[in-house]
């Protein structure tokens, strides 16, 4: 029985990193449409209605209150202002001077960080199998949407949305276990309108906010069902089943929800470039998710129980 329930809570996670990534994947897509409307502004509408469903599930699914110490409440803080905030306001600047497709290989390059700096900060060797699977999936992800053309202000925005990406995860980490999925979600977001608004105030005062057009309307509602409430949910719920090292995998499936964003708003259409890379990402996957021994600690010496 626990062999059934494992494999499915497995399977659960991959499902659910998969679902997010693709959905994170449309962001970039998306964010054309909103470059005429304040960046700071239309992220805190963004997050304030994302959070405001998210705590409307956790209501209806009668999750207790949880109360923070200061370490988590500083985890929630940094999460908001680096994985979220950051993340988002260079995602839709790093456009503003570089294709989609650039920003999206960029990014795309998260599983190979992932597959060495989380076994490095869990104290062991990265695992080789794992590493060379992030490779393929972060080519495969190069080869689907292209380089593109980019200025050298895109590539270091691109960089600094990579860096939020990282964060996304490892900043929410420790916080799972006792907040779960949908209050580590919501907890974040919310923490995410005030950092904006401040930001707004600063760089577009009075501006900030502005009554959207009909398009820009739908781009934010967009991104505050699909791209924050739901696509934080599944990733969220999907980490502590597959761990930091192998949910990054996933993060393949980005360009797959950038070219299926790009089609459907007329922008692009596939050909045997976007083929050969979700093949590429495909067999990346099935070589990281193949299961492993024991981890080897970074002394090289296995504990009493491992060599057991």
Avoid at 139 to 157: D, P, R, S, Y
Avoid at 185 to 191: G, W
Avoid at 258 to 283: D, R, S, Y
């Amino acid at each position: 029985m626990t062999f059934i329930r494992d494999k499915a809570d497995r399977r659960r996670g991959m499902i659910g990193a998969a679902t997010a990534m693709f959905c994170v994947g449309t962001l970039t897509g998306v964010s054309p449409a909103l470059h005429g409307y304040p960046v700071y502004g239309g992220q805190a509408v963004r997050y304030a209605v994302g959070a405001v469903l998210l705590f409307a599930v956790a209501r209806a699914r009668r999750l207790p209150p949880v109360r923070l110490n200061r370490r988590e409440i500083l985890l929630v803080a940094l999460l908001a202002l680096v994985g979220l905030a950051a993340f988002n306001v260079f995602i839709v600047e790093s456009t503003r001077y570089a294709d989609p497709a650039m920003v999206g290989t960029i990014v795309a390059t998260v599983p190979i960080v992932f597959a060495v700096a989380t076994p490095l900060m869990e104290g062991r060797r990265p695992t080789p199998h794992v590493v060379v699977a992030a490779v393929v999936v972060a080519a495969g992800a190069a080869v689907t949407i292209g380089l593109g053309g980019a200025t050298l202000v895109g590539v270091l925005l691109a960089l600094g949305a990579l860096g939020g990406e990282v964060g996304f995860s490892l900043l929410a980490i420790p916080l799972l276990p006792k907040l779960g999925a949908i209050r580590v979600a919501a907890y974040s977001a919310a923490a995410a309108v005030p950092l904006l608004l401040v930001a707004g105030a600063v760089v577009d005062g009075p501006r900030m906010l502005r009554m959207p057009t009909a398009s820009e309307t739908a781009a934010l509602a967009y991104l505050a069902v699909v791209v924050t409430a739901f696509a934080f949910f599944c990733w969220y719920d999907a980490l502590p089943r597959l761990g930091a090292e192998r949910a990054g995998l996933f993060s393949g499936f980005l360009p797959l929800g950038t070219i299926v964003a790009a089609v459907v708003l007329g922008t692009g259409h596939p050909g045997w470039p976007e083929f050969a890379g979700a093949a590429l990402v495909v067999v990346g996957l099935l070589v990281g998710l193949q299961p492993t021994g024991p981890s080897v600690p970074l002394t090289g010496r296995q504990t009493a129980e491992q060599r057991e």
